[in-house]
Protein backbone atom coordinates (compact mmCIF):
# COMPACT_ATOMS: atom_id res chain seq x y z
CA UNK A 1 0.00 0.00 0.00
CA UNK A 2 1.13 3.26 -1.01
CA UNK A 3 2.02 5.90 1.96
CA UNK A 4 2.07 9.55 1.66
CA UNK A 5 4.32 11.54 4.32
CA UNK A 6 4.05 15.51 3.39
CA UNK A 7 6.64 17.87 5.23
CA UNK A 8 8.07 21.24 4.63
CA UNK A 9 4.84 23.27 5.58
CA UNK A 10 5.40 26.31 8.35
CA UNK A 11 4.97 29.84 8.85
CA UNK A 12 5.92 32.59 6.58
CA UNK A 13 4.93 36.09 5.88
CA UNK A 14 2.73 37.31 2.94
CA UNK A 15 4.84 37.50 0.05
CA UNK A 16 6.97 35.06 1.28
CA UNK A 17 7.85 31.45 -0.17
CA UNK A 18 7.08 28.26 1.03
CA UNK A 19 8.05 24.51 -0.82
CA UNK A 20 6.38 21.38 0.86
CA UNK A 21 7.20 18.02 -0.48
CA UNK A 22 5.18 14.63 -0.48
CA UNK A 23 7.14 11.50 -0.28
CA UNK A 24 5.84 8.09 -1.34
CA UNK A 25 6.90 5.15 0.61
CA UNK A 26 7.67 2.78 -2.37
CA UNK A 27 7.61 3.65 -5.81
CA UNK A 28 4.21 4.30 -7.42
CA UNK A 29 2.03 3.12 -9.45
CA UNK A 30 3.77 2.73 -13.69
CA UNK A 31 0.71 5.31 -14.39
CA UNK A 32 -0.61 7.56 -11.83
CA UNK A 33 -2.24 11.17 -10.69
CA UNK A 34 -0.80 13.01 -7.96
CA UNK A 35 -2.18 16.42 -6.19
CA UNK A 36 -2.23 18.74 -3.72
CA UNK A 37 -5.60 19.58 -1.82
CA UNK A 38 -5.56 22.44 1.14
CA UNK A 39 -8.31 22.85 3.92
CA UNK A 40 -9.02 26.12 6.28
CA UNK A 41 -10.20 25.86 9.76
CA UNK A 42 -13.98 26.15 8.73
CA UNK A 43 -13.33 25.74 5.16
CA UNK A 44 -14.14 22.77 2.89
CA UNK A 45 -11.15 21.08 1.43
CA UNK A 46 -10.44 22.20 -2.06
CA UNK A 47 -8.30 21.32 -5.14
CA UNK A 48 -4.86 23.58 -5.47
CA UNK A 49 -2.60 21.07 -8.35
CA UNK A 50 -2.28 17.95 -9.66
CA UNK A 51 0.37 16.14 -11.99
CA UNK A 52 -0.02 13.30 -14.04
CA UNK A 53 2.34 11.39 -15.16
CA UNK A 54 1.06 9.75 -18.38
CA UNK A 55 2.08 13.24 -19.82
CA UNK A 56 3.14 15.10 -17.80
CA UNK A 57 0.43 17.63 -17.49
CA UNK A 58 -0.31 19.71 -14.34
CA UNK A 59 -3.08 21.79 -13.58
CA UNK A 60 -4.00 24.45 -10.80
CA UNK A 61 -6.63 25.90 -9.26
CA UNK A 62 -7.18 29.59 -10.17
CA UNK A 63 -6.26 30.77 -6.81
CA UNK A 64 -2.89 29.89 -7.22
CA UNK A 65 -2.20 29.78 -10.31
CA UNK A 66 0.88 31.91 -11.99
CA UNK A 67 2.04 31.40 -7.89
CA UNK A 68 2.38 27.88 -7.44
CA UNK A 69 4.45 25.33 -9.20
CA UNK A 70 4.02 21.23 -8.76
CA UNK A 71 7.17 19.21 -9.87
CA UNK A 72 7.87 15.62 -9.31
CA UNK A 73 11.12 13.79 -8.99
CA UNK A 74 10.71 10.59 -9.40
CA UNK A 75 13.66 8.90 -8.34
CA UNK A 76 12.97 10.22 -5.08
CA UNK A 77 9.32 9.42 -5.24
CA UNK A 78 8.25 13.00 -4.11
CA UNK A 79 6.24 15.90 -5.20
CA UNK A 80 6.86 19.47 -4.11
CA UNK A 81 4.84 22.11 -4.51
CA UNK A 82 6.77 25.63 -4.87
CA UNK A 83 4.76 28.44 -3.49
CA UNK A 84 5.66 31.64 -4.12
CA UNK A 85 4.02 35.08 -3.35
CA UNK A 86 2.02 33.84 -0.34
CA UNK A 87 -1.23 35.01 1.14
CA UNK A 88 -2.90 35.23 3.94
CA UNK A 89 -5.37 33.22 2.52
CA UNK A 90 -3.50 30.40 1.62
CA UNK A 91 -3.19 29.45 5.16
CA UNK A 92 -4.13 26.02 5.03
CA UNK A 93 -3.31 22.27 6.21
CA UNK A 94 -1.78 21.00 3.18
CA UNK A 95 -2.36 17.42 1.70
CA UNK A 96 -1.43 15.35 -0.85
CA UNK A 97 -3.58 12.54 -2.13
CA UNK A 98 -2.75 9.79 -5.09
CA UNK A 99 -4.45 7.57 -7.68
CA UNK A 100 -3.42 5.20 -10.56
CA UNK A 101 -3.80 6.30 -13.62
CA UNK A 102 -4.78 8.96 -15.41
CA UNK A 103 -7.09 11.66 -14.59
CA UNK A 104 -7.80 14.69 -16.33
CA UNK A 105 -6.39 17.67 -14.13
CA UNK A 106 -9.58 19.57 -13.87
CA UNK A 107 -11.63 16.53 -12.97
CA UNK A 108 -8.83 15.40 -10.48
CA UNK A 109 -8.83 18.77 -8.26
CA UNK A 110 -12.73 18.85 -8.01
CA UNK A 111 -13.35 15.43 -6.83
CA UNK A 112 -11.64 16.26 -3.14
CA UNK A 113 -12.74 13.44 -1.33
CA UNK A 114 -12.08 10.87 -3.98
CA UNK A 115 -8.60 9.69 -4.16
CA UNK A 116 -7.32 6.63 -2.61
CA UNK A 117 -4.42 7.48 -1.19
CA UNK A 118 -3.93 10.75 1.54
CA UNK A 119 -1.33 11.99 3.18
CA UNK A 120 -1.42 13.52 6.69
CA UNK A 121 -0.86 17.05 5.57
CA UNK A 122 1.32 19.52 6.95
CA UNK A 123 0.13 23.11 7.97
CA UNK A 124 1.19 26.05 6.22
CA UNK A 125 0.36 29.23 8.11
CA UNK A 126 0.66 32.72 6.32
CA UNK A 127 0.80 35.67 8.65
CA UNK A 128 -0.13 39.21 7.21
Known amino acids: EVQLVESGGGLVQAGGSLRPSCAASTSTFDDYTIGWFRQAPGKEREGVSCFSKSDGSTYYADSVKGRFTISSDSAKNTVYLQMNSLKTEDTAVYYC?????????????????????WGKGTQVTVSS
Open 97 to 117: AEDRGYYRGSYYLVRVNGSAY
